[in-house]
């Protein structure tokens, strides 16, 4: 029944009474206070984001950033002739990354912004493929068969990639020898029907960057031998945030010949809550011309290049807000905290005396980390991760990827919000947690099943974000 009484305290109605509906609509209607209070309770469930040192995307803004996006959540990013406004602030914000990015073209830089960098790595995959069927076809060759180059360190959205347009991805294999994507190997694998590289700044698994300006002068000299074409998209989903404001000497974007897109996470480093990309290409003509929906407003051509059509035009006015409170000095501080909170967990985890680092270089916010083999150690990382778990703390393990398979790693990320005073707290729990999984007398599950090479069981960790 519902409550008819209006002053009737949220937690004195019927619908607190009993549990809430779960896979059926209910027949009835409840006070949206009551509504509120039940999502809300459920919400709590889903822990602190601020402890998920799991994921690369934000979960801290300031006041004036959540102001901006509550007044304008009613706005859809694809209606760019209602809003013009905030189309007009989309392009400012593709003009800025792509100069960020040392992009030639002018005066407007060509580019969008999208859900994610899934939807932008797609984006920047698809105008690869189109603008090679279309070098194939006017020479009258066969474009059935697709393919493009990345590391097996390469995030789920490139599997995908492959599997939606039906590209073959040829994986390169990260080794403890080669720890990011090889130039020569990338050669080796490249054919007439290559249809890009995809070097990533700021790998998922291991936090490194691809050699992109090795790439590009491996492929350069590939092409002028073969008379390919061969290009690179570079998937800067966190790199592209990081490079331009900590290491502007490395050439890793548009002042490459090959590099003829990028795409990055507005929602990562870029600072923003989840979820806003952005793709920017070096040219207008490397952007295939039935690949943009043209929307004409104020005289202007504004493209509209996407998959997904609505989506909240409130995430591109927040990463503005962003570039304008922050500026180049802004974001510079903020990562450069990060990286210094980063390295020093590295100190730290170092002077236990029993983990083992991937590299010995940093270049992103985040390191991974091994156990030093120890014949009697009656844990493993899952365990860690599972003992820090119960502290609210939510550190990733996982295996690495394919050649690497029978390495159990531990990933951190710090993001904005994460300072050397919560560090701190996190290397205290690590340390007890470490003492008390070494005073255990018989090996846990995890150890034992890794022993005989089990499947562990899932963590409910994704570590591909
Ligand atoms: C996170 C990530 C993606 C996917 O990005 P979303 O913004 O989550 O869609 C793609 N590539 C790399 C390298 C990433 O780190």
Not at 116 to 138: H, N, V, Y
Not at 157 to 175: G, S
Not at 303 to 315: A, E, L, M, T, V
Not at 326 to 334: H, S
Request: with cysteine.
């Amino acid at each position: 029944m519902k409550t008819e009484n209006p002053i009737t305290p949220v937690f004195g109605t019927d619908e607190e009474a009993r549990v809430a509906p779960k896979y059926e609509m209910p027949e009835g209607m409840m006070p949206g206070e009551v509504a509120y209070q039940i999502v809300h309770d459920e919400a709590m469930l889903d822990g602190n984001s601020r402890l998920n040192l799991a994921t690369f995307v934000t979960t801290w803004m300031d006041d004036y950033a959540r102001k901006v996006m509550t007044e304008n959540m009613d706005k859809n990013m694809i209606d760019k002739t209602e809003y013009p406004q905030t189309a007009e602030i989309e392009r400012r914000c593709v003009n800025i990354l792509a100069k960020l990015w040392n992009s030639p073209e002018k005066p407007y830089c060509t580019g969008t912004s999208t859900v994610g960098s899934s939807e932008a790595c797609m984006l920047g995959g698809i105008a690869a493929l189109k603008r090679w069927q279309k070098r194939r076809k006017a020479k009258g060759l066969p474009i059935d068969k697709p393919n493009f180059i990345i590391s097996t360190c390469m995030q789920v959205v490139w599997e995908k990639f492959a599997i939606y347009w039906d590209v073959e991805m040829r994986m390169i294999p990260v080794t403890a020898e080669k720890i990011t994507l090889d130039p020569q190997d990338v050669v080796k694998a490249c054919d007439e029907n290559t249809i890009c590289v995809v070097p990533i700044q700021g790998v998922t698994i291991t936090g490194l960057n691809d050699n992109v300006k090795e790439i590009n002068d491996a492929l350069d000299k590939l092409n002028t031998e073969k008379g390919w074409e061969i290009c690179i998209h570079v998937d800067a989903a966190t790199g592209g945030f990081i490079h331009p404001f900590i290491d502007p000497e490395t050439i890793w974007d548009f002042r490459l010949k090959w590099v003829l897109s990028i795409s990055t996470s507005g929602h990562k480093f870029g600072l923003v809550y989840p979820g806003v990309g952005w793709v920017v290409w070096k040219d207008k003509q490397y952007l295939p011309e039935e690949m943009n929906f043209a929307v004409n407003y104020l005289g202007a051509n504004i493209p509209s290049i996407s998959i997904n059509f609505s989506r909240p035009g409130n995430q591109v006015l927040a990463q503005y807000y962003q570039f304008m409170r922050l500026g180049k000095e802004g974001y510079k501080k903020v990562q450069q905290n990060c990286l210094n909170v980063c390295l020093y967990l590295k100190e730290q985890l170092k002077k236990m005396g029993i983990f083992e680092f991937f590299s010995n270089d940093m270049p992103n916010p985040l390191f991974i980390w091994k156990l030093k083999d120890d014949p009697n150690r009656k844990w493993t990382l899952y365990d860690l991760s599972d003992a820090l778990h119960v502290e609210g703390w939510q550190v990733p393990a996982y295996t690495m990827p394919k050649a690497m398979e029978d390495v159990i790693i531990m990933r951190v990320v710090v993001r904005q919000g994460t300072g050397f005073d919560l560090a701190d707290l996190l290397m205290e729990d690590i340390k007890r947690c470490v003492n008390q999984l070494d005073a255990l007398k018989e090996p846990t599950n995890s150890a034992l099943m890794w022993a005989k090479k089990e499947p562990q069981k899932p963590r409910g960790f994704n570590h591909s974000r």
